[in-house]
């Protein structure tokens, strides 16, 4: 299927010689003998029977404003086609009432694709449930800085993260609906999102900002992508031929529709259209009667079009093939959703500091919850992902369901009276809410809401309200709910505990008590960088109309530098204690397109059953092209009880050490030492492996 696609766009650019060529390779051509596919053939016959108008009708959305929650394409009555709906998602279906999950950041703390596949799953049967064919997600943007106001959307700083969880979104979505993975590409500012230029040279756009989209591609195969609104290097993404045209299309065989970001992410009628764009969303500003005049006045060929609405007709036959009739309403916030809700909430909190024991909350007679987030179920920001639940949970609502007998008393604070204060001193225990909501950290809302934020650091009042709880009780909790990192040094030292719980959902605040309880261990690891200080991170630049970005950034650049994070990349603790041991490499020696397998024994050597992550780092020696200190390449999972010793296996090819060679235009694997380190949140073990 894939191959044919390449051959069709293959003759389709032959005929526009202002494209670039494909550079699919001929080895992939299929057989001449090869049948073409029922769904091909159906899909050629449907486009050969259209007028060239019902064909761009084909390329645009229908209104501006959704209808019940969902976005239109137009449909074709005359030929059966129903069009597509389309509706935002990247923490739960946004038409009407749903089931709401933790942001994408949360998700990816949890470092499990495969309870990420489930979340997929359930937004995907929901999307199908209100009508829905297109779920407008994952977002696996590079998280570049935590400033940025959609970090919260995205899974991490790191591509081969990214890459893994959301193509695992992806496969649970598309059981149901259309996954459409977005926004391509380099897109990590919000406040200039829709003029800024983002440059960078080749090899920082192959080996930083395009490796987790090429995996999500090739094997999830997602029904569409989203183009992002800003330039990159120099072109919009929408007219950008390499990114849509040379890469996705060609390269890497993404055989769906690319649609446009909603308004401005559609700038022209030409170069969006030769440039590989197919749809135009919400409303046909560009790709409805331009369209039809470019391609009657010559300036567009109407094999454009062509290849544009057989790649919309195809995904929109696929889908009546395989999901022939949809959910019941009932599966929308089902019992079985909440409780993966709550569960992947649990799994994605992080404990970053436990002194003393302080967790879990054993022999408390009494509690005190401080701060207005305290008794808020702070689901996170008001843009594009805004699902809403029926219902959701607080800190407040939940440790007080918890605690049962044990009284819990609320200080809303910020300001702390002397009657506050002797309540705090008065508790067992002090759970603080503090961080940002909405209104602070998102998608820009007409200029109202949301956006980058303005410092990593809390507000004054929230960190005063932080230094007076810690004065008046030693066991002071600090919970942090934000979409990204937090500076926390002015405040760190005095207090007991510190979690971070993202945004977490609407079942945040009982799967919260859970761990503060010790129902469960926490088992988040960071899947972003804590900074000491902001300093310690590239500069973030939301105001100027062309920025760059270098090749290093997050865990890659702070430990080139030689500086010591806050709370590094992957950390993260839990109510027991880990060991690694007898790491060991299948074959120490591989060629360039070898691999081998490292396998690393892991123990519990506490008291408490729990879950660890294992991470594989590769690190080369002696290149001859600027290397990273070390590359994430491989992760895993392990449920441990006490005692227990596990072998944990991880996948390491020649492949990982690439660099991207533009001169040649491909990725070179250089005969070289590699130091293979497997990492857990408190240990790292490393062995050699020599590619010749």
């Not at 998700?107 to 064919?133: F, H, I, K, Q, S």
């Not at 649970?172 to 406040?191: C, F, M, P």
Request: proline share 6%.
């Amino acid at each position: 299927m894939r191959a044919i696609t390449s051959l069709t766009l293959a003759s389709l650019l032959a005929l526009v010689p202002v494209v670039p060529a494909c550079t699919s390779s001929p080895d992939d051509a299929p057989p001449a003998a090869e049948a073409e596919p029922e769904i091909d053939r159906r899909t050629r016959e449907l486009v050969a029977q259209m007028t060239l108008a019902e064909k761009v009708e084909q390329l645009h959305g229908s209104h501006l404003y959704p209808v019940g929650g969902l976005w239109e394409t137009t449909a074709n009555e005359r030929l059966g086609l129903p069009g597509l709906k389309m509706v935002d998602g990247p923490r739960g279906v946004r038409a009407g009432k749903a089931t709401t999950f933790p942001v994408g950041m949360a998700r990816g703390a949890t470092w499990d694709p495969e309870l990420e596949r489930r979340v997929g799953e359930a937004m995907g049967e929901e999307t199908a449930a209100r009508g829905g064919d297109v779920l407008l997600a994952p977002t696996v943007n590079i998280l570049r800085h935590p400033r940025w106001g959609r970090a919260q959307e995205t899974y991490g700083e790191d591509t081969h993260h990214l890459g893994v969880m959301g193509a695992a979104f992806v496969m649970g979505a598309q059981e149901h609906v259309l996954a459409s993975v977005k926004h391509y590409a380099g897109n990590s500012i919000e406040e200039t999102r829709y003029e800024v230029d983002v440059r960078m040279e080749a090899r920082t756009l192959r080996e930083v900002y395009l490796p987790h989209f090429e995996h999500i591609v090739r094997t999830a195969r997602p029904g569409s992508v989203m183009t992002a609104y800003n330039l990159v290097n120099g072109q919009y993404c929408s007219e950008n031929p390499h990114l849509l045209r040379d890469i996705l299309k060609g390269e890497w065989g993404f055989d769906g529709f690319v649609e446009s970001d909603w308004v401005f992410g559609t700038r022209s009628t030409d170069a969006a259209a030769l440039a590989g764009l197919d749809v135009e969303m919400p409303v046909d500003a560009y790709f409805g009667d331009k369209l039809v005049a470019s391609v009657e006045a010559g300036r567009v060929p109407e094999a454009v079009v062509d290849e544009a609405a057989r790649r919309v007709v195809k995904k929109q036959l696929e889908l009546r093939r395989d999901h022939p009739t949809r959910p019941p309403p009932e599966v929308v916030e089902s019992a079985p959703h909440v409780a993966l809700a709550r569960l992947v909430a649990e799994r994605g909190v992080v404990l970053l500091r436990n002194v003393g024991d302080a967790l879990p909350l054993t022999g408390v007679t009494s509690l005190v919850v401080v701060g207005p987030l305290g008794a808020t179920a702070n689901l996170g920001d008001f843009g594009s992902s805004d699902a809403r639940p029926t219902q959701a949970i607080s800190p407040l609502a939940g440790l007080t369901a918890r605690a049962g007998a044990t009284p819990v008393t609320y200080v809303a604070g910020p300001t702390l009276s002397a009657e506050d204060v002797k309540l705090v001193g008065a508790a067992s225990a002090a759970v603080v809410v503090v961080g940002w909501t909405g209104k602070d950290e998102g998608e820009r809302i007409m200029d109202k809401e949301g956006g980058d934020r303005a410092s990593l650091r809390l507000s004054a009042d929230q960190e005063a309200m932080i230094h007076a709880v810690a004065a008046a009780s030693p066991r002071t909790i600090v919970v942090l709910e934000a979409g990204a990192a937090v500076v926390v040094r002015p405040w760190v030292d005095e207090v007991a505990a510190v979690l971070m719980a993202w945004y977490p959902g609407q079942e945040g605040g009982a799967a919260l008590a859970r761990l503060l309880f010790g129902d469960a261990a926490p088992a988040g690891r960071l899947p972003i960088t804590f900074p000491r200080d902001e300093a310690q991170l590239p500069p973030f630049d939301d105001t100027s109309s062309v920025v760059e970005y270098g090749y290093l950034h997050g865990y890659r650049h702070v430990e080139r530098a030689g500086e010591t994070p806050e709370f590094p990349f992957g950390f993260g603790l839990t109510y027991t204690t880990f060991s690694l041991s007898n790491l060991r490499l299948d074959a120490p020696e591989i060629g360039a397109s070898g691999a081998t397998t490292a396998r690393v024994d892991v123990t519990n050597t506490g008291g408490v059953a729990a879950s660890e992550l294992v991470q594989l780092f590769v690190a080369t020696r002696g290149s001859k092209v600027e290397r990273a200190p070390r590359d994430l390449r491989a992760f895993a999972r392990v449920e441990l009880a006490p005692g227990e010793t596990q072998t944990v296996s991880l996948p390491v090819a020649a492949r990982d050490t690439a660099y991207w060679d533009d001169g040649s235009g491909r990725f070179v694997v250089e005969p070289l030492g590699v130091d293979v380190e497997v990492a857990t949140a408190t240990a790292r073990l490393t062995a050699a492996l020599t590619l010749r």
